[in-house]
Each structure stands twice: as C-alpha cells, then as structure tokens.
C-alpha cells in the first residue's frame, strides 16, 4: 500500500512539473509571437547571426517553444518536446555564456517585452533550473 502512494505521488509530482514547464515555454514562444520585432531586437543583440537568420530565428523559433511546450504538456510527443525543450536551454546557455565572455549588453528576449539589459548570471541560474527540470522528466519518461 505504501509503494502504491509513493508511486501515485511521483506520477503527480511529475504531471505537475510537465504542466509547468511545457506552460512555461507555451506563454514564452506566445510573448514572443506577440512582438516578433522586439523578439529580433533581442536576438540581434547576441551578434551571433547575420539577418536574414537572425530574423528566420526571430519569428521560427517561438513557434518551436510553443509545440514543444504543448507537446510536453499533453503528453503527445513528450519526448521529442523535451529534447527540443532542453537543447534550447542549453544553446541559449552556450549563447549567454558567450555573450559573457565578449562582454556583451544582451537583452534575453525571453518572456516577450524589452527590460532593458540582462543579468546574465541569474538567466543562466534560471535556464540552470529549467535544464534540471527538463532533463529529470525526460529520464522520468523512461522510466
């Protein structure tokens, strides 16, 4: 009886982290589909990519955030979602850190309006966290 509440509890716990981080990138690409202009202005910030890639990056890649996040929300593709999910964090980890060390004035773009410059060390510690999250769930996934 004991092993049958543990394990209802893990199925809920991560039922509510897929909810979450799904929803989260689901609201982030939406923001972003908002704006795509301001979203450009933020990735040209990063002086990674030339346009036009930068511009196809700007208006193709919040739209890869929300069917990712509703993959992972609705359990539909979960897998594949997660992937994509946590490749994005680590190459935009690999891009903040980049910026970094170039010493850059970024700004993220990543819930949708300008804030002025990012803070590179607490977006990383957040993409750190989202990371975990969404390497835990995919190993959840298979087991």
């Known amino acids: 009886m004991e092993e049958r509440r543990q394990l209802t509890w893990q199925i809920w716990l991560t039922r509510v982290l897929a909810w979450g981080f799904g929803g989260l990138f689901v609201w982030a690409g939406w923001l972003k589909v908002q704006d795509p202009t ?5 990735v040209r910030s990063f002086r990674m990519l030339p346009d036009p890639f930068a511009a196809w990056l700007a208006l193709g890649l919040p739209w890869l955030e929300i069917f990712a996040g509703l993959a992972v929300v ?7 979602g997660l992937l994509l999910l ?51 769930l995919g190993r959840r996934g298979r087991s």
């Open 74 to 80: 609705t359990g539909v593709f979960r897998r594949g």
């Open 38 to 42: 301001l979203f450009l202005i933020s």
């Open 86 to 136: 946590n490749l994005l964090l680590v190459a935009f980890g690999i891009a903040l850190v980049t910026a970094l060390v170039r010493g850059l004035d970024v700004e993220c773009g990543c819930f949708g309006g300008k804030n002025g410059t990012t803070h590179i060390w607490e977006v990383l510690a957040r993409d750190g966290v989202l990371l975990a999250v969404g390497l835990w």
